[in-house]
């Protein structure tokens, strides 16, 4: 996946650097690599400081930085390639690249193509690939900003880190952040007879706006392991209580910890975690 991002070279870009600068990002400088250092916590604006990086790049550099933590990357560096490593026409080249079983992975990319490839097509094409500001009735050549993701590496590294080994759990499974995973909420009623079935899926249609799985096939113990071997964070199970107070079991995927719940607040609630990220009680 990539974007083409095209912008006036003379323009002011400071309203795309304010919202970012205050970011702070595991950044690997040219410099650090040449004294054999790792990466280092910096923010946007003390990289700007030191490198006068074009305020786009730093733009995306944190929205790179946003959407990694939000698909649960653990550990990642945003690395500015070497002179070596640069294509002779770019204005600076920067790679995240993400900590694996394997070491540091390239995922991502973005690169300050400045105006070659305009005005490549320009020299080839015979014509002129200049724009009008409607503004101040300049033309100008664009550059291009040209962030690029490569999904499929993306989505293999959330796994990776999402993945935990629990021999004291006796199944392994995922945790991942409940902004991506696969279901909102497991819906298991306790048993298959005594009307506990149909009241769960009551509470499945209260549910319906969010993503759920509803689940009634072998025990407890073994719909909780399927839940959290695809990363669900949250599983909720009617039981025989329900009927006398109205309330479910909640449990939390990462430490397995339960509480209960008034039906009329459980989606309010599973919403909140979902929102602020809580996978434990």
């Known amino acids: 996946m990539e974007v083409e991002m095209f912008f006036d070279p003379e323009s002011d870009l400071n309203e795309y650097y304010n919202k970012v600068k205050e970011i702070i990002i595991p950044y690997h400088s040219r410099k650090a690599q040449e004294k054999e250092k790792e990466h280092e916590e910096r923010s946007i604006e003390s990289i700007n400081k030191e490198e006068k990086i074009n305020s786009l790049i730093l733009y995306y550099m ?15 560096r945003m690395r500015h390639l070497t002179k070596e490593e640069t294509a002779h026409y770019s204005a600076g080249n920067y790679d995240v690249e993400i900590k694996t079983d394997f070491g540091f992975v390239e995922v991502m990319s973005l690169a300050n193509r ?17 724009v009008l500001d ?25 796994l990776e880190h999402a993945y935990v080994e629990d021999k004291k759990r006796g199944w392994d499974w995922l945790d991942l952040p409940p902004i991506i995973a696969p279901y909102d909420v497991y819906v298991l009623p306790l048993m298959k007879r005594d009307n506990l079935p149909e009241k769960a899926k009551e509470i499945c249609e209260l549910l319906r706006e969010l993503d759920v799985y509803y689940d009634q096939s072998g025990t407890v113990g073994k719909r909780y392991a399927k839940a959290d071997e695809i990363g669900v964070p949250y599983c909720v ?45």
């Open 62 to 76: 944190a929205k790179e930085h946003i959407l990694l933590r939000t698909c649960g990357i653990k550990e990642y």
């Open 114 to 130: 400045t105006n070659y490839d305009l005005t490549k097509h320009g020299e080839h094409s015979g014509k002129k690939f200049e």
């Open 237 to 281: 199970t009617i039981d025989y209580e329900t009927f006398d107070d109205e309330s479910v079991t909640v449990r939390f995927r990462n430490d397995g910890q339960q509480m209960r719940v008034k039906i009329s607040e459980l989606k309010g609630k599973i919403e909140e975690w979902k929102r602020e990220g809580n996978v434990t009680l």
């Open 134 to 158: 409607d503004a101040t009735g300049r033309k100008f050549m664009p550059h291009v900003i040209e962030p690029s993701i490569g999904l499929d590496r993306l989505f293999w590294c959330s």
